[in-house]
């Protein structure tokens, strides 16, 4: 009975410990559930605390610079109110001095007609009436050619006493001669590669609007640099251009000749005239050896921008610089007073220089006196060098004895410190390219004269009209862009839109299968691919570049670019960009790269896009000169602060930076370069041009008033013509 009763009360207390054991797992279960809810919910908060803190931060942000922008706004206001008395007081000062003027000019003919009344009176005499005795005064003979010391004096070249005139132009009285590797004057010559070549021909506009006596040397690429064209891996290829002078330049008679390798070469000239606003010419030409009298290979000296191997480059160095003095010389262009060397490749010229005033009783002080240096290049690396043996063989006629020691740095011919030693004035072209310069060539005083555009060539025709009807004279005077806060913003906007429907036709033209929207936001990029450029910096997270534009209604990015055919590294970079560009096909980023990049696409580029991008990595971009061509038509920029960009930055107000400040760090770090660009476009330009308007209106105003109206080649010029030409 009593083992009966101890089975049930087994079998009654079993169930008992497995419930409670159900119950001890489902309790503990939710205890761990109710854990992770709690740990999910405090990472929620925290992320929300975060994105709030951020929101505020950017909100605050944002409310100081509208803060800033109102008091800019206020001091360009009284800045006009000056301006407008100032141009007032000038004009009423320019109209009494003209009034003084003619009534000097009326004295002077009073003068001289008196004069010659007295004249003729004296010669109605009879001879031994006159009280003088006569002298035969013999003219002085014709200049010898550049070479001999006889044709050269201490001050200045010999001046012919009869004005030489050559297809129309003066070239007697020329006082500045322009020497550029490249020269871009317009598409359809192909003598320019990319900015230095574009920078020459917008300071022969300049120095024709400003009516310099000026000249530009450049050579003749009859293959130009290249053309360009992708294959479908988005590796570049090269074809050669096929330019033909005599349709679109002038053949001068003139025929001088160098010594390369032993060999005489003849070197020719072609002519073309760039003509100012108010009709002043400056002529530009463009130094050829494709001459019968010379043997096939130096024939295609001049051939190709460029283009060969060391050699090569040295003998069109030779080309520029020292048949380029002869070219003058051979002209009538005795007068030069300036030999303004574009960087190093034309630096040779300072060698023919010194060896017309070898009798001279200082002939490198005799040089100095002439010649202007401007380097572009902020990094050992990029300035040209030539070996002593190199140049042995090829000039061997040309280099001095007692320069020797001088002249090869290193063992080697650097053609910046050869540029730099023969020259009273050397300056970068940018205040912050003057540092680094000053910093890799210390022992020379290094100027700076920061880089410009000219407004007249770079301003689309949209805008152009619009400045015609509110600025009147800033085809004349860039300065008066200042006044582009008078331009109601509808109309600007509706300009912008002109151009940018146009910069679509244009790629439409060259790749009819590709179509944009004009009323998507649209990011430029347009400049030599190289890379320091690090134009693939904006598809460096491409997930995050698809969030971005699903959120904000769509981006639209437009490259171009050309990489030097011996750039592996650049190639392989626009290849990268290419390929990033077919990743994104499908989402809401529509992207391009237009083949063949030239002046005419450039133009439609700065001025079609709705901001433009400049990504260099600092301190190695020396000025930069695109994102001038886009402030000038109202397209603010985005870019690392390097080159100009350092001078023309107002964060909010002109465009935006990426990444530090140079004073906080002087290199760039890709990781918070490309943090800083993603969040500036999510957070503070997307919202900026999606939501306001009038805000993204005004900052477009403050481009073309703040920077447009500054950096011009108008600007520039003026500050060469001041501090190197003629102080």
Partial sequence: MESKARKIAIHIRTPKKVVETHAHKKARVH????????????????????????????????????????????????????????????????????????????????????????????????????????????????????????AMVPAKLVVPKKPVVVEGIPVSSLSVAYFSMEMGLASALPTYAGGLGILAGDTMRSLADLKIDAMGISLLYR????????????????????????????????????HLEGRVVHVRAWLHKVVGVTGHVVPVIFLDTDLAQNIPEDRTITARLYAGDRRMRLMQEAVLGIAGIKMLQAIGATNVQKFHMNEGHAALLTLELYRAYRACEDPVREVRQRAVFTTHTPIAAGHDRFTRALVDSVLPEY???????????????????????FSSYVNGVAKRHGEVTRELFPGYHIESITNGVHAGTWVAPPLARLYDRYIPDWRTDAYHLRYAYTIPPEELWQAHQEAKVRMIEAIRE???????????????????ATSYKRGNMLFADIERLKHIAAKFGGIQVVYAGKAHPEDREGKLMMQHIIRSMHDVLGSSVRAVYVPNYDMELAGHLVAGCDMWLNTPLRPLEASGTSGMKAALNGVPQCSTLDGWWIEGHIE??????????????????????????YTKLEYLILPLFTTDRYGW???????????????NTQRMVEQYVLGAYFK
């Avoid at 990444?659 to 906080?664: D, Q, Y």
């Avoid at 209106?697 to 950096?711: D, E, H, L, V």
């Fill in 31 to 150: 205890r761990h559930s109710h854990e992770h809810d709690t740990e999910r919910a405090h990472a929620k908060a925290v992320r929300e605390k975060e994105e709030a803190q951020e929101r505020e931060r950017i909100l605050a942000e944002t409310a100081r610079l509208q803060e800033e922008e109102r008091a800019l706004e206020e001091q360009i206001r009284l800045d006009q109110e000056r301006a407008h008395a100032h141009a007032r007081a000038m004009e009423e000062r320019r109209l009494r001095e003209e009034e003084a003027a003619r009534a000097h000019e009326e004295e002077e003919r009073a003068k001289l007609r008196e004069l010659q009344q007295r004249a003729q009176a004296l010669l109605s005499r009879k001879p031994h009436h006159i009280p003088v005795t006569l002298s035969v005064v013999t003219p002085p003979p014709p200049p010898a050619p550049l070479g001999h010391a006889e």
């Fill in 223 to 258: 293959k130009g640099y290249f053309a360009q064209r992708f294959d479908a891996s988005g590796w570049q290829i090269e074809d050669d251009e096929h330019f033909d002078p005599i349709s679109t330049l002038v053949l001068l008679p003139h025929i001088v000749h160098i």
């Fill in 399 to 421: 280099i001095p004895a007692e320069l020797h020691t001088q002249i090869f740095d290193q063992g080697d011919l650097n053609m910046t410190h050869l540029g730099m030693m």
């Fill in 510 to 528: 060259r790749l009819p299968e590709v179509t944009l929207d004009p009323q998507v936001f649209t990011i430029g990029f347009a400049r030599r």
């Fill in 652 to 677: 909010h107000v002109t465009g935006w930076s990426i990444g530090p400040h140079p004073e906080v760090s002087k290199e760039s770090t890709e990781g918070e370069d490309v943090h800083d660009l």
């Fill in 697 to 711: 209106m005004t900052r477009m105003r403050s481009a073309i008033a703040i920077n447009g109206s500054f950096f």
